[in-house]
């Protein structure tokens, strides 16, 4: 062979075989190259927050718009889904022995940020905490009288049952601190000390105005997404929050504004919704005390007849017209229930004056300035049924000291929903927090005494309903709608950021970079 | 002169006693209690009572009061109930904020203020009337809105400044001045108005007197006879007004402060009124009531200097 046709055929050779071996690299029917795990570790955003907590001891904070620091730096013993039912945590699951006996399995190998290990023994110390701290959120674990621990094992004894004290485990009640910092409880004024998926960096912080929160790379789920870092900046105004997000400089934020839902949507944020609270009155004198007028059932029936539910969204925002307390979805919450009471002045003077007051009534309500707008509409739609609202407006520390005292018959009830039977217990029972005048209705008081032994949540809600349909129908309160927790994302910064159920804000579990 | 000076400075003491004890007595009459302000509503009152115990408000009117100023003689601005850290502590960093917003839009105030107001009284015709009405125009402008709409515009819209925040100054000097361009010009308009009418009437008055005409006469130039003779001449009543709108600056920026969201003490008081938190509040006010008195003493000081006539007390 010449030396040209030997250099061609190699050459040729050579051209084939490297052509069959990058076909062979490349991907195919049989084999898959493996994929990178996304890099999560340099993404940060800023989150808008009304408010800090005051102090890093979960159980001396509050929850609602507290939550998502305290997420941050803290894990609860069980996590809240997305249905608004318990699920796991840092214990892997949760069982009911009996209605008094609660069994917590714990998760391994969890450390807290400082390097202490979490044991059935450290979940048993915090848990103890409760019956000797001041905070806002101890009496949801009050009926837990004794806690017994095994290897893995956190066993609740209650001296009553309480079924929702699985729903306390998900929020401050359920986040453990460090043995470490429970043994100097000092620092927990400066710095949190949990199991959290970030830590606090305070040398970057300002105290009431902005928190850098870094990844724990302790942490122990190493499956679940996350930022590298999230800021969160404290902005009381609700106006200069939409501006900073508009402007960029916030990724997050919580709006009440029902106005401010549109000029999110217009900018492009995500806004996701649920529902978290009803707006009313609470007609808290209705054993008739001081106001004799609220006593009788015809004179609350009539206030129910004389309200415009559809007119009142339009100022309440998103969600929907209610007649009953407790939200689609929520334990008690019955269809046959939404439109008990339809719109009718004619009804409400007729009822009025089968009560003894055709000349119609007058009604001192303790407000906020801030409702004015939802109150005014209120009393121009109950004028000519001649029920008169005077409403008194007090800044806010007083109406929290007022309202539920023997001196406010009627208040503007704006109710953050929680746990249906929970809330039956503050507005119902004669022991509740929103029972001021302590009025009993002794079928309501069994109804929900038996709701909280049932284990079952069937059981539950069918009870509940029953006390859904007494409060309607002898019209305990004046509900008038459901509104709705917005909360803004821009979703090129953030994804999967969720908002479960009855939550006053997002999530921060979770959330990742897009 | 330093007997007038030092009288200046003694009056300080009762004064800033009689403040304190004016704000002691005012939070003790606000409404709500501490306790259930901190705890919550959920709270049992059980709770309320042990904390409001803890923190010692349950104690005798007077008793609190003894206590209250023993700490502060002491120089102690004590612990805040609602941080439960000192009260220098969230102070220290946030007065700079503060002060850095007011010196910022009180030199905004002197520089427009004295120029526009200088060029009116020397140009006068229809450049007065302008100046005039751009001055009347920015009075009547509330700093809040004024605050809202150039947020409105230059950041949301135009992206040009920013919303929201601060930077301190040692961190980043451009970006320290980037983040107080918006509050400076929101909180120092209504000022600047003042002190463009305060000088351009101070001007006007100087410029009428005869040693002016007389200057006119020997040939000094206009620039000479503004900047060297007249300015200087009616420096006194534009320094009190000048004075007068720091302080009033102070005071504007509770609003400013949470429009714009700068960490600094107006923006902290609103959060310790709130908690009823009493260390914080009296801290803010002992500090604001300071800088008041020595804002008023250094315009004395420069008031002396300048008017020899006011050196013998």
Not at chain 1, 196 to 205: D, E, F, I, V, W
Not at chain 1, 411 to 429: E, G, H, M, P, R
Not at chain 2, 187 to 199: F, H, S
Not at chain 2, 273 to 285: K, N, R, T
Request: glycine share 6%; with cysteine; hydrophobic share 45%.
């Amino acid at each position: 062979m010449s030396s040209k046709r030997a250099a061609l055929a190699v050459s040729t050779f050579v051209t084939v075989g490297a052509l069959l071996l990058a076909g062979c690299g490349g991907p195919s029917s049989t084999t898959t190259s493996p994929t990178t795990p996304p890099d999560d570790s340099k993404s940060s955003v800023t989150i808008a927050v009304p408010q800090v907590v005051a102090n890093w001891d979960p159980y001396k904070a509050d929850y609602s718009f507290f939550m998502q620091p305290l997420q941050a730096a803290y894990d609860t013993l069980l996590r809240l889904q997305q249905d608004g039912a318990p699920g796991p945590g840092l214990a892997e699951s949760y069982t009911w022995k009996d209605n008094k006996t609660l069994v917590l399995t714990l998760r391994k190998n969890v450390q807290f940020s400082d390097g202490a290990a979490l044991t059935p023994e450290v979940v048993k110390q915090n848990l103890e905490r409760a019956k000797t701290v001041t905070g806002p959120r101890t009496a949801e674990i009050k009926a837990v009288s004794s806690i017994d621990v095994t290897a893995d094992t956190v066993t609740l004894n209650l001296s009553a049952p309480d079924p929702t004290i699985p729903l306390a485990l998900t929020r401050n009640m359920g986040m453990m601190v460090s043995p470490t910092a429970l043994a100097a409880p000092d620092s927990l004024t400066t710095t949190p000390a949990g199991t959290g998926p970030y830590t606090l960096n305070t040398a970057q912080s300002l105290v009431n105005d902005h928190y850098l929160f870094e990844y724990n790379p302790k942490y122990w789920n190493t499956t679940e997404r996350h930022m590298g870092s999230i800021t969160f900046k404290v902005i009381v105004d609700t106006t200069a929050t939409l501006n900073a997000m508009r402007s960029g400089q916030v990724d997050a934020m919580r709006d009440t504004n029902a106005v401010d839902v549109p000029v999110a949507k217009s900018a492009g944020f995500t806004v996701i919704q649920t529902i978290a609270n009803f707006y009313g009155l609470n007609l808290q004198d209705r054993g008739g005390t001081s106001m004799a007028a609220l006593g009788k059932q015809e004179v609350r029936q009539a206030l129910n007849n004389a309200v415009d539910r559809k007119a009142l969204q339009q100022i309440v925002g998103d969600g929907q017209p209610s007649t009953q307390p407790y939200p689609p979805g929520q334990l008690g919450h019955d269809d046959s229930l939404d439109n008990a009471y339809s719109y009718d002045i004619a009804k409400a003077k007729s009822l009025l004056a089968s009560a003894g007051y055709p000349n119609g009534i007058t009604l001192d309500v303790l407000s906020l300035s801030l409702q004015d707008t939802y109150m005014q509409a209120l009393q121009q739609q109950m004028a000519p049924a001649g029920i008169t609202i005077n409403i008194k407006d007090v800044p806010p520390p007083q109406y929290i000291a007022d309202r539920n005292t023997t001196k406010t018959p009627v208040y503007f009830w704006f109710n953050s929903l929680s746990n249906s039977i929970a809330d039956a217990k503050q507005n119902l029972l004669p022991t509740g927090a929103y029972n001021a005048f302590k009025v009993e209705d002794p079928q309501i008081t069994q109804l929900v005494n038996q709701a909280s032994s049932a284990t079952s949540r069937d059981e539950q809600d069918r009870l509940m309903k029953q006390v859904s349909q007494i409060v309607v129908s002898k019209a305990y309160f004046l509900v008038t709608n459901f509104g709705t927790t917005n909360y803004f994302v821009n979703p090129k910064k953030i994804a999967d950021m969720q908002l479960a159920p009855l939550t006053a804000a997002a999530s921060i579990y979770g959330m990742h970079a897009p | 002169m330093w007997k007038v000076i030092a009288k200046r400075v003694l009056i300080v003491i009762p004064m800033l006693w009689a403040i304190v004890t004016l704000t002691f007595l005012l939070v003790q009459g606000l409404p709500g209690d501490p306790g259930r302000t901190i705890l919550g509503q959920e709270a049992t009152q059980d709770q309320v009572d042990t904390l409001n115990h803890q923190l010692g408000f349950d104690r005798p009117l007077l008793e609190q009061y003894v206590s209250f100023l023993g700490h502060l003689v002491r120089g102690d601005l004590g612990t805040s109930i609602l941080n439960n850290i000192p009260v220098t502590s969230i102070l220290g960093p946030r007065v700079p904020v503060t002060l850095s917003l007011a010196l910022c839009a009180t030199v905004f105030l002197i520089v427009l203020g004295l120029t526009l107001g200088t060029v009116a009284a020397v140009v006068g015709g229809r450049v007065d009337h302008v100046i005039r009405l751009v001055a009347s125009l920015l009075m009547s402008v509330p700093s809040f809105w004024l605050g809202v709409v150039l947020v409105a515009i230059l950041s949301v819209e135009l992206r040009w400044l920013p919303a929201t925040g601060y930077v301190n100054l040692e961190v980043s000097p451009m970006d320290w001045a980037r983040y107080l361009i918006l509050p400076v010009l929101a909180i120092g308009a209504a000022g600047t108005a003042a002190a463009i009418r305060q000088t351009r009437a101070a001007m006007l008055d100087v410029l009428q007197r005869d040693y002016i005409r007389n200057l006119r006469a020997n040939g000094a130039s206009t620039a000479s006879i503004v900047l060297k003779h007249a300015l200087r001449n009616a420096a006194i009543p534009i320094l009190a007004t000048v004075g007068f709108q720091f302080i009033g600056i102070l005071g504007g920026t509770v609003v400013i402060e949470t429009i714009f969201t700068l960490p600094g003490v107006g923006q902290q008081i609103l959060q310790a009124v709130g908690a009823h938190d009493l260390p914080v509040i009296s801290g803010i006010v002992i500090c604001t009531t300071l800088i008041v008195l020595l804002t008023n003493l250094i315009v004395d000081i420069i008031s002396v200097l300048l008017n020899p006539r006011l050196r013998t007390p």
